[in-house]
C-alpha cells in the first residue's frame, strides 16, 4: 500500500464528559520519514464552569496540538492497520474514522487496535516533542531475602527498550519482540490502595509502572484474564530471567 496521506479520526465515546475527547492525526508519508499533524480535543464541556472542571483536576485549556516528524519505523505499523480485514463485531464502543489518500477505510472490529496504535503514537508524539521522558518499568521477583531490583526503559521515540539500564550489562531489546509484552502489561490496571512505596518482604513478583510504587502482579493486577496473566508472567520471567 503506497498511501500518502493517512488521516485518523478517534472518538473516545466510552468516556463521559468532562474526560472524553477527540484525537485527530493526520500522517504524511515518504520515503524517509513519517510526519505527523495531531491534535487532541476534549468534548462536550459546555455545561460545565471553569470551577467545575478545576475540581476535577482540568486547566481552562487542555487541549494538545502537535506537529512534527515521528520515527518512520512506525509507518509499517500504519499500514499493517490499514490492510485489516473487518471483524465480526465491534471491538470497542469508541469511533474510528480512517481515510486513506482521501478513501476511507473500514475499522469495524479493529477498533482496540487502532486504539492501541494511538495510545503508542500518543506516547511517541510526547517524547519526541519533549513533553515526556521514555517510560520507566520497574521489576523484582523475590522469593526469599534480599532480590535485585531491575528496569526496562522503554522508548517509543527511538523504538526500542534497554533493559537494566544503570548497569554494565545492559541490554537492548528489540521493539517488535516485546510488543506482547507491552501490550498485555499497560492493559492491566492495577487495584486501588494495593501498593507500598517500597518493596514488600514477603515473596512475590513486584513491579512499578513508573508511579513509584510497587504492585504485587498475581494479586493486585485487575483486568486482565487468568490466561493473559499467566502469558504476562511468563514474558516477564522470559525477558529477566
Known sequence: MNFKNISVE??????????SYT???LFTISENALL??????????????IEELEDEGFGEND???WKGELNKDWTESLKLL??????????????????????????YGQEHRWDYFIQEITQTIYETAEWETPLMIRYCKKESGKAP???????????????DLSL????????????????????????????????PNQAGIFTDPGDGHWYNIDSS?????????ERLLQQLSELFG
Open 23 to 25: 484525537k485527530k492525526l
Open 36 to 49: 505527523v499533524d495531531y491534535s487532541m480535543e476534549y468534548t462536550d464541556r459546555e455545561d460545565f464552569s
Open 221 to 229: 493486577s485487575s483486568s486482565l484474564s487468568k490466561k493473559q496473566k
Open 149 to 163: 531490583i531491575q528496569t526496562l526503559q522503554i522508548s517509543f521515540k527511538n523504538r526500542n527498550i534497554i533493559r
Open 82 to 107: 490499514c490492510s485489516l480485514k473487518i471483524g465480526e463485531k465491534a471491538s470497542s464502543a469508541n469511533e474510528c474514522i480512517v481515510k486513506a489518500d482521501g478513501i476511507p477505510i473500514e475499522t
Open 63 to 65: 487541549n494538545e496540538t
Open 10 to 19: 478517534y472518538h473516545y465515546l466510552e468516556l463521559p464528559a468532562p474526560y
Open 168 to 199: 554494565p550489562t545492559e541490554k537492548t531489546i528489540g521493539w517488535d519482540a516485546t510488543q506482547t509484552l507491552l501490550e498485555l502489561y499497560y492493559l492491566q490496571e492495577f487495584k486501588a490502595g494495593e501498593h507500598s512505596n517500597k518493596i
